[in-house]
Every structure is written in structure tokens, then in C-alpha cells.
T-cell receptor, first 110, second 117 residues
Framework: DAKTTQPNSMESNEEEPVHLPCNHS???????IHWYRQLPSQGPEYVIH???SNVNNRMASLAIAEDRKSSTLILHRATLRDAAVYYC???????????FGQGTELSVKP | DAGVIQSPRHEVTEMGQEVTLRCKPI?????LFWYRQTMMRGLELLIY????????DSGMPEDRFSAKMPNASFSTLKIQPSEPRDSAVYFC???????????????FGDGTRLSIL
């Protein structure tokens, strides 16, 4: 299984951009990179996923390094509701299983 | 749209009792996953089903745990007998997929908070 490294915690100010990094140096060529987040007292929520090129959706953007050993989740304007634990998860060769690490706990200050 | 529905939301019971957690996946989804979350171990996958068939139960901690999916719209996770160390939040998730390796996102329920006294 591909191993990931994320900072334990990050802090942001409201309405500022946030860049959440993830290292996945052992990722295989066919592993997609998925991001989920978990708000307090809720189940995890899908955010975005990608393989090689950068991806955008209504929630966030995903920037994937050219060598695919790292990626960055970008929240363009953080809101208080974005305070959550963010998980970076390489997928595919695990049979579609999500293997959650410790994630990054993001706090957003008003 | 109705999401994944889990019941009960909270369960408090004494050790030794049988506990049954229930999950209704999103209609049309054909993969279902059971996870457990604790402070010590984080989120762990227990078992998952594809088209009602268990595919991987390697995360089930021991024989006291069992899971069934009798049809596409219902699954149960049973603990018998329960122990205090089983206290955790249990999540169910579902996903639409053409095969077991799908990249489709998983949709999670709100979880069942289980306390074994």
C-alpha cells in the first residue's frame, strides 16, 4: 500500500486560500489520489480525486506533482465550515478500499 | 437525495450483550463498506461487499464480529458478545461501481456511536 505523509495540523484565516500538502512517494503509476474530509461529529466526505493532471471541482482544486510523489489540496477561500480533518488517500491497487491515515486537522480562524 | 442511513445513532449497552448496527446504502449503489473509528486507531475498514457479496473481511477484528448483506438495500454489523474495547463510532459507506476497483467516491453515513459498559 502506498504510504502518505501529511502535517498533523494547519491553521488558516477565514476567506484566505489554504494549501494542504501530502507526500505519497511510494505511489504506483495507476493509483489515483483521493481526498476526503471529516467534519466534527460527521462521517467522512469525498472532496476530490485525480491521477496526473490538476483537477478542479466546486469544493476544491487538486494539484499533482509531475512525478506524482506529492499533491496539494487547495481550498481557494477557507470558510469556518471547512474546519475538518483532511485525508489524502492513494487508491486503486487496494481494490477500491480507502485506507485512512492520520490526516491534517485544519482549523479556520474568523 | 437520501444519503446512507445508519441506525441507531447511539447505542449504550453492557458488555456481553449482542449489538446490531444497521445500514441502508444509497439506492443504486452496489458496494458497501463498514468502518470503525477510535481515537487510538483512527478510521479502519472492517469489511466491504460488492453486489451483496463480502469481498474483503480482513479488517474484522475477531469472530465476535459478523456482517451480512441480505439484499442491495440493507446491511448489518453484529457484535456478539460485545466488549468495552468495541466502543467506537461505526460508519457505513456505499459507492456505485462497475467493478470492485472503482474510483467512484464513497458516501458515508453519520455513524453509530457505540459504548459498551
Amino acid at each position: 500500500d502506498a504510504k502518505t505523509t501529511q502535517p498533523n495540523s494547519m491553521e488558516s484565516n477565514e476567506e484566505e486560500p489554504v494549501h494542504l500538502p501530502c507526500n505519497h512517494s511510494t505511489i504506483s503509476g495507476t493509483d489515483y489520489i483521493h481526498w476526503y474530509r471529516q467534519l466534527p461529529s460527521q462521517g467522512p466526505e469525498y472532496v476530490i480525486h485525480g491521477l496526473t493532471s490538476n483537477v478542479n471541482n466546486r469544493m476544491a482544486s487538486l494539484a499533482i506533482a509531475e512525478d506524482r510523489k506529492s499533491s496539494t489540496l487547495i481550498l481557494h477561500r477557507a470558510t469556518l465550515r471547512d474546519a475538518a480533518v483532511y485525508y489524502c488517500i492513494p487508491l486503486y491497487n487496494q481494490g477500491g478500499k480507502l485506507i485512512f491515515g492520520q490526516g491534517t486537522e485544519l482549523s479556520v480562524k474568523p | 437525495d437520501a444519503g446512507v442511513i445508519q441506525s441507531p445513532r447511539h447505542e449504550v449497552t453492557e458488555m456481553g450483550q449482542e449489538v446490531t448496527l444497521r445500514c441502508k446504502p444509497i439506492s443504486g449503489h452496489n458496494s458497501l463498506f463498514w468502518y470503525r473509528q477510535t481515537m487510538m486507531r483512527g478510521l479502519e475498514l472492517l469489511i466491504y461487499f460488492n453486489n451483496n457479496v463480502p469481498i474483503d473481511d480482513s479488517g474484522m477484528p475477531e469472530d465476535r464480529f459478523s456482517a451480512k448483506m441480505p439484499n442491495a438495500s440493507f446491511s448489518t454489523l453484529k457484535i456478539q458478545p460485545s466488549e468495552p474495547r468495541d466502543s467506537a463510532v461505526y460508519f457505513c459507506a456505499s459507492r456505485s461501481s462497475g467493478n470492485r476497483y472503482s474510483n467512484q467516491p464513497q458516501h458515508f453515513g453519520d455513524g453509530t456511536r457505540l459504548s459498551i459498559l
